[in-house]
Nanobody, 124 residues
């Protein structure tokens, strides 16, 4: 199980820190991905971090503003979001992929375990 938290309402230019807590999975074995779904739009890739934390990948739209990190001992992943824009408004989800999948980790199709989302609203 994965559970995202930390969403809320913030003004443009502000920051939020999302967390994803895992239970029931071997957390340290998994890449963890972050996705978001804006109102009326499809789910989009935001970022992922590999099991060791050695590799992080970001969508172009958030590169330089968002940072993903993890603490395997605490079984948590964090998405630090700075310089937020109105277009960042969305429900944010964390997810873990099917182990052994060859689908790129930036694709939602790679992911099997999805957490409940947390809503981020950025007002301009």
């Amino acid at each position: 199980q994965l559970q995202a938290s930390g969403g809320g309402q913030v003004q443009a230019g502000g920051s939020l820190r999302l967390s994803c807590a895992a239970s029931g999975i071997a957390f340290s074995s998994y890449t963890i991905g972050w996705f978001r779904r804006a109102p009326g739009k499809e789910r989009d890739f935001v970022a992922y971090i590999t099991w060791s934390g050695s590799t992080t990948v970001y969508a172009d739209s958030v590169k330089g503003r968002f940072t993903v990190s993890r603490d395997n001992a605490k079984k948590t992943t964090t998405l630090q979001m700075n310089s937020l824009k109105a277009e960042d408004t969305a429900v944010y989800y964390c997810a873990a992929p099917r182990l052994g999948t060859t689908i790129t980790r930036s694709s939602a199709g790679a992911y099997q375990h999805w957490g409940q989302g947390t809503l981020v609203t950025v007002s301009s």
